[in-house]
């Protein structure tokens, strides 16, 4: 009878299932891990090129699509050109946590959920699963250099091969009134190094070293690295000394620097700062010593104990803080060199470069390196800032601009659904479909 319910069909149900879902989703992480990079623009650092609210899609097979279960990709079509944007993994923060290889072994990646780490040696009353929620972060960037390239920054204007670049690419601005000596303004002339060059630790400067510290962690990803830094004062080590008279630029990315010399010297900023004012007052050594050998800061107490997964958030450590370091000693070394006494004493900071818990004197370069700037000029945190980026961080070329919202005054609100009238009008309808290369 038409009335009798049909008999359950278990067979029919798992061809229903396998069809319908487990096939569907399959397929769609194939794609989402060999083919397309989904990404959203968080800030104004491509400006106006790339907008705040932009959701791009882009090619991973182009620059090589990553290999399952390694640390290798599959050959791509090409390399990253100058001109291209490129989404990469942000060199500034660990891959592990703690950017310790040994100790964490990578689960899987949740997507929009972040990725998960099975944590070896938990401390007592911790879990062994670890929730790196918002990282390792991506970034998008445009090439504005590749391996042999020379590049230099002057009063904000980059030069390429000697050639300084009179128009932005895209539609990139300029924003500053004023020019100083940040990375932003300035960068004496340098080569991004190519596949077989050797760097000797001891020939480059603090923050030179620094930006060679990040080759090594992007192309040793399983294997630990580390920065030692040891003052020595008339062939004594003193890592606890205190500079007396501690100078330094004010400058976006030396807010910790600035952090730590007004919390130190109980300071109370009396009139209004601006870029490039001088701040001096006690700073310790054992700070720079401690930040360089971490690399990265933790955001969340790595101590903290219970629950059934550990939270763990990292803020990049920016590299010019070693050339206030460094500025400093040589003031200081100038000051004893100025005073009667023959004997003063000399300061020299020493360098240690591990690698998996070995030193090392110097280190070829195994892989392609590339330069990237943000469109924005004067509002992108870029390789100014933190270095090259390594051919293995490269994760994919931009393609197409597939949504656009605009919302920067919040007023369109997702739980609150008297807001979202005002969803087709947030809407950048003109810039969907775009082609990246072409805006």
């Given at each position: 009878?038409?009335?009798?319910?049909?008999?359950?069909?278990?067979?029919?149900?798992?061809?229903?299932?396998?069809?319908?879902?487990?096939?569907?989703?399959?397929?769609?992480?194939?794609?989402?891990?060999?083919?397309?990079?989904?990404?959203?623009?968080?800030?104004?650092?491509?400006?106006?090129?790339?907008?705040?609210?932009?959701?791009?899609?882009?090619?991973?097979?182009?620059?090589?699509?990553?290999?399952?279960?390694?640390?290798?990709?599959?050959?791509?079509?090409?390399?990253?050109?100058?001109?291209?944007?490129?989404?990469?993994?942000?060199?500034?923060?660990?891959?592990?946590?703690?950017?310790?290889?040994?100790?964490?072994?990578?689960?899987?990646?949740?997507?929009?959920?972040?990725?998960?780490?099975?944590?070896?040696?938990?401390?007592?009353?911790?879990?062994?699963?670890?929730?790196?929620?918002?990282?390792?972060?991506?970034?998008?960037?445009?090439?504005?250099?590749?391996?042999?390239?020379?590049?230099?920054?002057?009063?904000?204007?980059l030069y390429v091969n000697g050639v300084r670049q009179e128009v932005l690419p895209g539609h990139g601005k300029w924003t500053a009134a004023g020019r100083t000596l940040s990375?932003?303004?300035?960068?004496?002339?340098?080569?991004?190094?190519?596949?077989?060059?050797?760097?000797?630790?001891?020939?480059?400067?603090?923050?030179?070293?620094?930006?060679?510290?990040?080759?090594?962690?992007?192309?040793?990803?399983?294997?630990?690295?580390?920065?030692?830094?040891?003052?020595?004062?008339?062939?004594?080590?003193?890592?606890?000394?205190?500079?007396?008279?501690?100078?330094?630029?004010v400058e976006n990315d030396r807010g910790l620097a600035m952090n730590e010399l007004f919390r130190r010297n109980r300071q109370v900023v009396q009139h209004r700062l601006v870029q490039g004012d001088t701040i001096s007052g006690v700073m310790s050594f054992a700070f720079f010593k401690e930040l360089s050998r971490m690399a990265y800061l933790p955001m969340l107490d790595p101590h903290a104990k219970g629950g059934m997964t550990r939270q763990v958030s990292y803020i990049g450590f920016e590299g010019s803080l070693l050339q206030d370091l460094e500025g400093n000693v040589a003031m200081l070394n100038r000051t004893q060199d100025d005073s009667e006494e023959a004997t003063a004493p000399k300061f020299e900071i020493r360098r240690k470069l591990s690698l998996g818990g070995k030193p090392m004197d110097y280190y070829v370069v195994k892989t392609p390196q590339y330069f990237m700037m943000g469109d924005n000029r004067d509002n992108s945190a870029d390789s100014r800032y933190w270095g090259f980026v390594s051919q293995r961080n490269i994760k994919a070329k931009a393609l197409v601009i597939y949504f656009s919202f605009e919302n920067e005054d919040g007023a369109f609100k997702l739980g609150?659904?008297?807001?979202?009238?005002?969803?087709?009008?947030?809407?950048?309808?003109?810039?969907?479909?775009?082609?990246?290369?072409?805006?």
């Open positions: 009878m038409d009335s009798e319910k049909k008999k359950f069909s278990g067979k029919k149900f798992f061809k229903g299932l396998l069809r319908e879902i487990v096939v569907p989703v399959f397929l769609a992480l194939i794609v989402i891990q060999y083919v397309i990079q989904a990404f959203q623009i968080p800030s104004g650092s491509m400006e106006d090129s790339l907008k705040t609210g932009d959701f791009l899609l882009g090619l991973k097979f182009t620059y090589g699509s990553p290999i399952p279960f390694s640390n290798k990709k599959f050959p791509g079509f090409t390399d990253p050109a100058v001109g291209d944007v490129v989404i990469f993994r942000y060199p500034g923060e660990p891959e592990y946590p703690d950017g310790d290889p040994e100790r964490y072994t990578h689960l899987f990646n949740a997507l929009m959920f972040g990725n998960f780490y099975w944590d070896h040696n938990p401390e007592e009353g911790q879990p062994h699963l670890v929730h790196y929620a918002d990282g390792p972060k991506d970034y998008i960037k445009r090439c504005v250099g590749v391996s042999g390239d020379t590049l230099a920054v002057h009063q904000g204007r990375p932003r303004d300035e960068r004496k002339t340098f080569v991004v190094p190519s596949v077989g060059d050797t760097i000797y630790v001891d020939s480059v400067s603090l923050e030179q070293l620094w930006w060679l510290r990040s080759i090594v962690a992007q192309e040793n990803p399983d294997e630990a690295v580390e920065l030692d830094l040891t003052l020595w004062k008339d062939g004594v080590e003193t890592n606890n000394y205190d500079f007396e008279d501690f100078k330094m630029p609150n659904p008297f807001t979202w009238w005002r969803l087709p009008f947030r809407i950048r309808w003109t810039r969907l479909g775009k082609v990246i290369p072409l805006i």
